[in-house]
């Protein structure tokens, strides 16, 4: 077993037994270790946000994103991260460029309502997003909840 794997099973074992105080040493090393998997990176992610240290959540959700991680884990955290430390617009482009955030339209738009806020120029992306969207719609029951349609009245 290697030393991440070693670090990371202890630090789970005695976070699942609520010795957080403990636990935490062995994230805090694990953190600094080279090779970690996507697993440990979640639970690096996990704890770091549960500290409040909202800078090291960015750095393992950006390397986890990097690695293949899974938009719907790493991405919402992300964003709720680059909130609480006034990111730069820099990172969003970065993580609205990782391959597949275009094609979902739940990881997407949060990226797109942040940037637009920022004052960035999105409108192409917009409208990427709205005909992405009215494809899955069309495709699948699964996206059929993203759009609401509204009954129309008659105005006299």
């Known amino acids: 077993m290697s ?8 630090a789970v074992f005695l976070e699942n037994r609520h010795r ?11 953190a600094k270790e080279e090779h970690v998997t996507l697993d440990m990176l979640y639970a690096l992610m996990k704890y ?12 393992v959700a950006k390397e986890a994103l990097e690695k293949g991680g899974e938009l719907e884990k790493f ?18 482009w970065h993580i609205y460029d990782q391959f597949g955030v275009r094609r979902q339209p739940r990881i997407c738009l949060p ?12 409108y ?23 759009v609401t349609i509204q009954p129309h009245h008659k105005v006299s």
């Open 124 to 146: 192409l992306e917009a409208t990427q997003l709205y005909e992405v969207t009215e494809q899955l719609f069309a495709e699948s029951v699964e996206y059929q909840d993203i």
């Open 48 to 59: 770091f946000h549960r500290i409040g240290n909202f800078q090291k959540v960015l750095q």
């Open 111 to 122: 990226i797109l309502q942040h940037l637009w806020k920022q004052g960035e120029h999105v």
């Open 75 to 92: 991405v919402p955290p992300f964003i709720e991260a680059w909130e609480q430390v006034d990111g730069k617009t820099e990172e969003l």
């Open 3 to 10: 030393r991440s794997e070693e670090l990371f099973h202890k």
């Open 20 to 30: 957080f105080a403990e636990a935490a040493f062995y994230y805090e090393e694990l």
